[in-house]
């Protein structure tokens, strides 16, 4: 799955995927998924911009670097300049995002836009997502010390947390309309986490980068969690995002894997499993709870989305 040979929606032997993935988005409503309301979906995109798009804290920032330090090998990409690099196009202002080089790469978290013709789409497991934005929205203010993590994860998976629609919007509205096409490529969190260079040569492919193993390796050393966390500590009063957020609650955490083990009740997993537990498995994350969370909880369709 990770190398992009095979659809996350394709039955075995099939050339076709189930048509309820597809019909996912009709559920959802065409009204939310290509909402032009909002100012973010609503700056100049021109020929030629590429995306990196996630699901919010799903390694977007962490393969900002690994791509900025591979295509500006000269200059050690920092807090303090990525924003000159990839820019976020929330964080920038129109004018500054239309003087950015062209052709553009992008950072944006929106949920499936047509006028993206170029996408690099990052994916990580919904369980590690959930605790990672707990942590993030504390420290940025959003919810105070204290708030349950259980009703933060039934706010999650009802896609109230933000903007962006849940997890599992999120990712099938991008999946089921532009996976194995030419211009998307699908990268897995855990997939980097195994195989930082490999996977940033995929990314070098698709952008028509020019590498050597040399340079793939001096990326990956130069965008370590190690180095970010240095980095943040130095420069968070300089970098727009994490300007004027709480100190004590770093941006850049462990960026480990099945942390959420040892946080989530068994109860906020089975809600996150019962969800999007197709889609979980077809993207190759094993489920763990066999029971599905008390009455109440909205209908789920065949694929584990809200009706």
Do not use: C
Request: no cysteine; glycine share 6%.
């Amino acid at each position: 799955m990770a190398d992009g040979s095979s659809s996350p929606f394709r039955r075995p032997g099939s050339s076709e995927g189930p048509p309820r993935v597809v019909r996912t988005i009709a559920a959802w409503g065409l009204k939310r998924l290509l909402s032009w309301g909002r100012p973010q979906r609503e700056f100049t995109i021109f020929p030629g911009d590429r995306f990196l798009v996630s699901y919010p804290r799903s390694g977007n920032t962490w393969v900002r670097f690994l791509i900025a330090n591979l295509m500006s090998p000269e200059t050690p990409v920092t807090f303090t300049n990525i924003e000159d690099r990839i820019p976020d196009v929330y964080k920038n202002r129109r004018r500054q995002l239309d003087r950015v080089a062209r052709p553009r790469l992008l950072k944006s978290h929106e949920y499936f836009d047509p006028r993206y013709k170029s996408v690099i789409y990052i994916v990580r497991d919904p369980r590690d997502v959930v605790v990672s934005y707990y942590h993030y929205q504390l420290k940025a203010r959003f919810i105070e010390d204290g708030f349950p993590l259980d009703r933060y994860v039934t706010r999650f998976v009802s896609g109230e947390v933000d903007p962006y629609g849940s997890w599992g919007e999120h990712v099938a509205s991008w999946l089921a309309t532009r996976h194995e096409r030419r211009e998307f490529l699908l990268l897995r969190y855990e997939d980097i986490l195994d195989g930082a260079a490999r996977e940033l040569d995929r990314v070098a492919s698709f952008l028509n980068v020019r590498r050597t193993p040399e340079q793939l390796a001096e990326a990956v050393e130069r965008s370590s969690v190690d180095r970010l966390r240095m980095l943040e500590a130095r420069e968070s009063d300089e970098w727009v995002t994490t300007r004027g957020t709480r100190k004590d609650i770093p941006f850049i955490r462990t960026g480990a894997r099945g942390g959420w083990r040892s946080v989530l009740s068994e109860h906020a997993v089975a809600q996150i499993e019962s969800w999007w537990g197709p889609l979980m498995n077809t993207l190759g994350y094993d489920l763990t709870v066999a029971r599905v969370p008390d009455a109440g909880h909205r209908a789920q369709t065949g694929d584990g989305l809200p009706q």
